[in-house]
């Protein structure tokens, strides 16, 4: 029996800009992904493979916008951040036996030479029906379709 290859998916990635910004991300290049602190989230960080691409998103620009693009550059693996008790993200329940939530890293591909505004995301007709541009959308980590994806990342 053929095993079937797994089929690619596309993210969005939310921060704010003066936590790490594009420009950040784009001077180090290689960052861990860490903090996520949503079930919903830390179960699509978990879905995420390795060379898996994403949307980078300033979700406290005024207005909130897609800035750049990066991949996903190691399957899911328990954030570090929830054992270090010096740290904003700790995580009292979490146990290295039983973690609680997961990190990835990303690689840095390139900074939009235009942000692609939310504004602009709810007056295109093809992508007003992504997840961001949704009322009530605060998730931190969201599926993108394919076609989104390409449509924002030109």
Not at 44 to 50: A, E, F, T, V
Not at 61 to 79: F, H, L, T, W
Not at 118 to 128: A, E, G, N, Y
Request: glycine residues 4%; aromatic residues 12%.
């Amino acid at each position: 029996m053929k095993k079937q290859a797994l089929k690619k998916q596309y993210w969005l990635l939310k921060t704010e800009p003066s936590s790490y910004s594009i420009d950040d991300f784009k001077k180090d290049k290689k960052t861990a992904w860490t903090g996520i602190r949503n079930y919903q989230a830390r179960n699509y960080i978990r879905d995420m493979k390795k060379g898996e691409y994403f949307l980078f998103y300033h979700s406290g620009d005024n207005p909130p916008a897609v800035v750049g693009v990066g991949q996903i550059a190691s399957d899911a693996y328990p954030d570090p951040t929830q054992f270090d008790k010096k740290d904003s993200h700790f995580d009292i329940k979490a146990t290295k036996e039983k973690p609680i939530w997961y990190a990835v890293d990303v690689t840095f591909k390139k900074k939009l030479k235009v942000p692609f505004t939310l504004p602009q995301i709810k007056d295109h007709s093809s992508l007003k029906n992504m997840p961001v541009a949704q009322r009530g959308s605060r998730l931190s980590v969201q599926q993108v379709l394919k076609k989104h994806f390409h449509s924002i990342s030109a």
